[in-house]
């Protein structure tokens, strides 16, 4: 019962991680670039979702929104300010600018607010326990998942269904070739980071009522956490994200479980160095032969 | 004609040095300079040990490693442990430091160097996690709260360290193993077809780079009285990254000078963590944007005396990568 009891609040814990390596595994697809403030766009979610519950005395779901929305926006900011001009540099300068902007977001955050930790409130969703075969679910974490997974089937559709999926999708494949189809690659880049940043604006505000505390430094291990869940399911590859995303919750509450839980953090990142060498495609990743 | 003109350099740079190394013995020794700068001195070169390290792996070789605090970290707790806990002498201490920072670079080397560019960086910065977590859960180097050294580090020490690690890596760069080295930065591919041993040279670069940390490590725990594992966190590989990449990925007299400014900014900017690291960023992520060579390009300090020379006569060669 124990072992499934860590099941669920893996998959609970996984469903987070999952949100945000969407956005990880979308950039890179599409630019190649390991978006560091990726994390940061999580925290800021987090913290748009905490003032718009306590500030302006919204419910849930209109928290939510707004976090994405407001999400949205900063990625598209981030990507026109610091990345596009950068199209064409070295992936060093690419990867050092993006980490340049991590620490920017973070330390500005701190610099505007302090850096103490906040409190979500508890009561802004229905906190029942729910058992189940000796099992106790929460009806947070019910609703949680099921937030997630409509998220999840939601980018599924946009990515398959419609037109400016179909215009990321050709991008990502070839963005000269995409270019000349007529494909205005910016604005397909800016509406990826949009998608991907909103992602983790959600994941934000569901980590804020999950785990209660928030704080502007949070972001960075989650973020390098859900990295490492892009790169089990194979970077670029969306289903990939969110299976790496929910094996990786799983890993890391069965290690708390069985009384490790100091070394939970560690374990992601061995996961992360096993994977890299055995078998760095990923999961779900084909084989690419390098040309010359 | 030009070797022994590269050797009067290098005699005339070590004179320098020495010099530079006397007089700032005897102020110290005179009591002139108080402890704040006398502090900031061991800071700087602390931090140009790394900077040039760093430098070999990132600038010279172009294997992008962004876990380097894990070295330091490695090499700093055991150095502690060697005159803690088994009450070695200082010297055997800082070897100890070094040689188990380049072990660790070894380790970590051999499987992950085989990776490229993103992926490496993403497995330099998990091992450099790793480090820290695992540092945090033994309890015989104290765990979160950390181990208490006594101060061991003086003058001469941090500054043979620092000269020893400036010859030793531009030699190494200077030297056929060091061509290699370049040729993987410049064309991995290419340099592979012309028959050099990569992953050979890649660790190499790797292991020496992480034994000098290991050393600056030594020397960092024994500066500062108390060494706890959330001294060598993300920040700090950052930290000794932001030194190579503003002076020029390429330049290690680049990184030497951006060592030192930045060492001096921080040192005032200490009152105010938050400024200082809103500063760092907007300044890291400008550079990138117009000028991402960074101060110096792939130049030196000393191409620019040579470039004037060469105007006035004879054929100059930029690709030559000297120190002196």
Redesign the interface.
């Known amino acids: 019962m124990e072992l499934i009891q860590q099941l669920v609040n893996g998959i609970s814990l996984g469903s987070i991680y999952a949100l945000i390596a969407l956005g990880y595994t979308m950039v890179y697809g599409i630019v190649?670039l390991?978006n560091f403030a990726h994390g940061d766009v999580f925290m800021v979610g987090a913290f748009v979702g905490f003032y718009a519950i306590t500030g302006l005395h919204l419910g849930f779901f209109p928290a939510l929104l707004l976090a994405m929305v407001v999400c949205a926006l900063l990625g598209v900011f981030i990507e026109r300010i610091?990345y596009k001009?950068?199209r064409n540099?070295?992936?060093?300068?690419?990867?050092?600018?993006a980490?340049?902007?991590?620490?920017?977001i973070?330390?500005?955050m701190?610099?505007a607010r302090g850096a103490q930790p906040v409190a979500y409130p508890g009561t802004i969703l229905p906190d029942k326990k729910i058992e189940l075969f000796g099992v106790t679910i929460s009806s947070q974490s019910i609703l949680i998942l099921c937030t997630s997974i409509v998220l999840m089937i939601l980018l599924q559709l946009i990515v398959h269904k419609t037109k400016i999926g179909k215009a990321m999708r050709a991008v990502s494949y070839d963005a000269e070739a995409a270019r000349l189809m007529g494909i205005n690659v910016d604005n397909t880049i800016s509406a990826t980071f949009a998608i991907g940043s909103a992602l983790a604006g959600a994941a934000g505000v569901i980590f804020g009522i999950y785990y209660i505390k928030i704080e502007p430094l949070m972001g960075?291990i989650p973020g390098?956490k859900a990295?490492?869940a892009a790169?089990l399911g194979g970077i670029g590859i969306i289903p990939g994200a969110m299976v790496g995303g929910l094996v990786l919750g799983v890993i890391e509450s069965l290690v708390s479980g069985l009384g490790y839980s100091?070394?939970r953090?560690?374990v992601a990142?061995?996961v992360?160095?096993l994977i890299?060498?055995f078998r760095?495609s990923g999961l779900f990743g084909k084989n690419v032969k390098?040309k010359? | 004609m030009t070797i022994f003109k590269r050797i009067n350099g290098f005699w005339l740079s070590m004179v320098l040095a020495i010099v530079f190394f006397i007089v700032v013995q005897l102020l110290i020794s005179r009591g002139i300079l108080n402890s704040f700068y006398i502090n900031t001195l061991f800071y700087m070169a602390i931090n140009i040990i790394l900077a040039v390290s760093l430098h070999l792996i990132i600038g010279i070789t172009g294997q992008f490693s962004i876990g380097h605090a894990g070295f330091l970290a490695v090499g700093a707790y055991a150095s502690a442990v060697m005159t803690m806990k088994l009450q070695m002498p200082f010297s055997l201490a800082l070897l100890a430091g070094g040689v188990t920072a380049a072990v660790a670079g070894l380790l970590i080397g051999i499987p992950t160097l085989r990776l490229k560019g993103d992926y490496l960086a993403i497995a330099t910065l998990g091992f450099g996690e790793i480090v820290r977590i695992i540092l945090l859960n033994v309890d015989y180097v104290g765990g979160a709260s950390g181990m208490t050294v006594t101060h061991l580090t003086t003058w001469p020490w941090v500054f043979a360290c620092m000269l020893i690690a400036i010859i030793v890596i531009a030699n190494f760069t200077n030297s056929t193993h060091g061509r290699a080295c370049i040729s993987i930065r410049e064309d991995e591919i290419a340099a592979d077809s012309m028959g050099i041993n990569t992953t050979y040279y890649k660790v190499t670069a790797f292991v020496i780079g992480s034994f000098f940390a290991g050393i600056a490590g030594g020397l960092y725990a024994h500066n500062f009285y108390i060494i706890q594992p959330t001294n060598f966190g993300f920040l700090k590989s950052f930290d000794i990254l932001i030194f190579v990449v503003l002076g020029g990925l390429g330049s290690m007299s680049g990184a030497v000078i951006a060592a030192i400014l930045l060492t001096v900014v921080s040192t005032f900017l200490q009152e105010y963590p938050e400024t200082r690291m809103i500063i760092y960023s907007i300044v890291l992520i400008l550079v990138m944007l117009y000028r991402p060579k960074g101060l110096l390009g792939t130049q030196e300090l000393t191409s620019f005396f040579r470039l004037r020379k060469a105007v006035e006569g004879g054929k100059q060669n930029d690709n030559k990568h000297t120190v002196a």
């Open positions: 190649r390991i610091a001009p950068l540099a070295t992936r060093i300068a690419v990867l050092i600018t980490i340049g902007v991590s620490l920017l973070e330390y500005g701190i610099y960075i390098l990295f490492v790169v100091l070394w953090d560690g990142f061995i992360l160095i890299l060498i760095p390098e010359v």
